[in-house]
């Protein structure tokens, strides 16, 4: 019902920057929360960020906090995460995510999930 397509991820030096992109396609909704998650093999899936339905609020991993920022444009369908000072520990396959139930940081509460995009920061 739902189709989530992730892009701009690429190969960036330590310190540099990314914005990832996630268009929405379907039964979307503006209340719709949505979330990016990020994975590296053998390890657990990471919560990155998550916006609600308005943009309003947000809320992110730890990790992250102070270099990346969350937002969505409704109108386009579409939610992006602008990743700044990169570090070599964010490489990661990162993933957009959709909730209809509203704004988590629990993977397993998220409806719908992109296909990921790599991110790599080389140092």
């Known amino acids: 019902q739902v189709q989530l397509v992730e892009s701009g991820g690429g190969l960036v030096q330590a310190g540099g920057s990314l914005r990832l992109s996630c268009a929405a396609s379907g039964r979307t909704f503006s209340r719709d929360a949505m979330g990016w998650f990020r994975q590296v093999p053998g390890k657990e899936r990471e919560f990155v960020a998550a916006?609600?339905?308005?943009?309003?609020?947000?809320h992110y991993g730890d990790s992250v906090k102070g270099r990346f920022t969350i937002s969505r444009d409704n109108a386009k369908n579409t939610m992006y995460l602008q990743m700044n000072s990169l570090k070599p520990e964010d490489t990661a396959v990162y993933y957009c995510a959709l909730n209809y139930g509203g704004i988590s940081d629990s993977y397993d509460n998220y409806d719908y999930w992109g296909q990921g995009t790599q991110v790599t920061v080389s140092s």
């Open positions: 916006i609600s339905w308005s943009g309003g609020g947000t």
